[in-house]
Nanobody
Framework: HVQLVESGGGSVQAGGSLRLSCGVS????????MGWFRQVPGKGREWIASIDGNGVTKYADSVKGRFTVSQDNAKNTLYLQMNSLKPEDTAVHYCAATAWEQCRGNPFDASVFNYWGQGTQVTVS
């Protein structure tokens, strides 16, 4: 069973930075396709970044150049470094995982991912 736990959310001023972490059960990093999503009230879950088992990354246009996704196999952790934050980045952020071979979308639909963390709130003012 794949388990994901996000941390690092909070409030930050516009233009600031925040780093989210996602602790993942063993043998997932480097084996699964990993993704980050965000959701605001009244809207669907929006894909923002992904990384495959080889470290190949993809980004939504809305965050490209500002966010960086990375993973550390030894620490069983997925990261999302968020820089130059904007008020429109305010959302609940989720980490997610799916099978390696599913990591070919650009963009990704949330339905492709079948394992999810509980979410962490990011508020930019």
């Amino acid at each position: 069973h794949v388990q994901l736990v996000e941390s690092g959310g909070g409030s930050v001023q516009a233009g600031g930075s925040l780093r989210l972490s996602c602790g993942v059960s063993r043998h997932v990093i480097g084996t699964y396709c990993m993704g980050w999503f965000r959701q605001v009230p009244g809207k669907g879950r929006e894909w923002i970044a992904s990384i495959d088992g080889n470290g190949v990354t993809k980004y939504a246009d809305s965050v490209k150049g500002r966010f960086t996704v990375s993973q550390d196999n030894a620490k069983n952790t997925l990261y999302l470094q968020m820089n130059s934050l904007k008020p429109e980045d305010t959302a609940v952020h989720y980490c997610a995982a799916t099978a390696w071979e599913q990591c070919r979308g650009n963009p990704f639909d949330a339905s492709v991912f079948n394992y999810w963390g509980q979410g962490t709130q990011v508020t930019v003012s």
